[in-house]
């Protein structure tokens, strides 16, 4: 019997009944669309992004800092982010280790954040310090160590006078917290923007005050240092006020969560750099 070939709406049919497109040849153009969707994709969170304006999230991270370090004064009596004043506790508790057990808390503060910067500037150097999905991993990792932390203080063992216990309750969520913390200063370093770490204030205050051009009507640096001291304060005081209040300080590190959360969204929307 001879071979036929007929029409049934959706393609030509053999003699045998079956299509003459085959199934490889209907899959054809999806693959194509979802190996480009991939590829865009991966080109999206490769890209460096653009410096413009990123100092304006370096600037946000001065909020987390004064959130994070007045609420871990206000409950632990040591500070989480900015360690010239735990090195000085630390000289304090080596002169004299009885007085006070802030010294332990201050030294493990001032520890892990060494151990954080060596993990953060590996992380950024391996991969590409200004990567969109290596600053959006960075700031997501950081999120993930105070959730943690918050965790602990929010549904762990209190402690009757935390500002003078040591146990794990106290130091594992200073440990978590200051190890965090210096990511923010080093993305500052892979932005190129090195003097905004949003850990030190004094260096801050003293290229502030002895600007030639302080009161230029047009001084961008001026303005960043102004800032940068305004934001940390209010953060400050945002954390006090929580610290004090009946969420204590577990409440100012879901903020600080969330605040993080907004930032890494936006390295996620950030502009790409087109060189």
């Known amino acids: 019997m001879s071979s036929f070939t007929s029409s049934n709406g959706y393609g ?7 299509s003459a497109t085959t199934p490889r040849d209907e899959e054809q153009p999806l693959l194509i669309g979802d190996r480009s969707l991939k590829s865009g994709w991966r080109r999206y969170m490769i890209a460096d992004v653009n410096r413009d304006w990123t100092d304006s999230i370096l600037l946000a991270c001065y909020i987390v800092t004064g959130l994070l370090d007045s609420a871990s004064i206000s409950t632990w009596g040591s500070f ?14 080596l002169a004299a280790p009885h007085e006070s057990t802030r010294w332990i808390k201050s030294g ?44 602990i203080l929010t549904y762990g063992p209190k402690s009757s006078d935390p500002s003078q216990a040591i146990g ?60 940068a001291p305004l934001l940390l304060l209010g953060g400050a005081v945002a954390g006090g006020v929580l610290a004090h209040s009946w969420v204590g300080c577990a409440g100012a590190l879901w903020v600080a969560a969330a605040l993080k959360l907004a930032i890494v969204i936006a390295w996620f929307v950030w502009p790409a750099d087109k060189q």
């Open 12 to 18: 030509a049919v053999n003699g045998s009944g079956r």
């Open 80 to 93: 989480v982010s900015m360690q010239t004043g735990n090195t000085v506790y630390f000289g304090l508790g």
């Open 108 to 151: 493990t503060s001032l520890g892990f954040f060494c151990i954080g910067s060596v993990f953060f500037s590996f992380f950024h150097r391996t991969f590409s310090p200004k990567r969109r999905w290596v600053l959006c991993a960075s700031f997501f990792i950081q999120i993930a160590l105070i959730v943690v932390a918050a965790f």
């Open 168 to 227: 794990w309750p106290e130091l594992v969520p200073i440990a978590l917290i200051a190890f965090q913390s210096c990511g923010q200063a080093v993305a500052s370093r892979a932005l190129k923007h090195n003097a905004l770490t949003s850990v030190v204030l004094t260096s801050i205050y003293c290229d502030l005050f002895s600007d030639a051009n302080l009161l230029a009507a047009q001084n961008v640096e001026r303005n960043r240092r102004v800032a």
